[in-house]
């Protein structure tokens, strides 16, 4: 049994139809898994970012607070400077040798 060229044609085109729209679903779940993949990633990046900003802040604080300290280090440091040359001066006056002993033996521990 032969069959027209027709039949043939429309069979062709049948095939085809079905053969593109089997492609067109194949894609569309393609389609739909990288757009999950990529929902996923813009999360993890977000997530990420968040994380890099509190991780900023802190050492933002962090630095804030070294240079307050080391301020206040400096602040000391010099304080201490004036109360030892204070005390150098007031040693050239010292009446008790045991007071200006004491006093070069606190300069020479602090050395």
């Not at 990633?41 to 080391?70: D, F, P, V």
Request: proline share 2%; glycine share 0%.
């Amino acid at each position: 049994m032969s069959t027209s060229p027709r039949s043939d044609v429309i069979q062709w085109h049948d095939r085809s139809k079905i053969q593109l729209l089997e492609h067109i679903a194949s894609l569309e779940k393609e389609v739909s898994i990288e757009s999950q993949r990529a929902t996923h990633y813009r999360e993890e990046w977000q997530t990420s970012l968040m994380a890099l900003k509190e991780q900023e802040k802190t050492i933002r604080s962090l630095c804030e607070n070294l240079h307050r300290h080391e301020s206040n280090a400096e602040s000391l440091n010099q304080r201490i400077k004036r109360l030892e040359e204070a005390g150098d001066r007031m040693r050239l006056f010292c009446a008790d040798p045991d007071d200006c002993f004491a006093w070069d033996k606190a300069k020479e521990a602090k050395l």
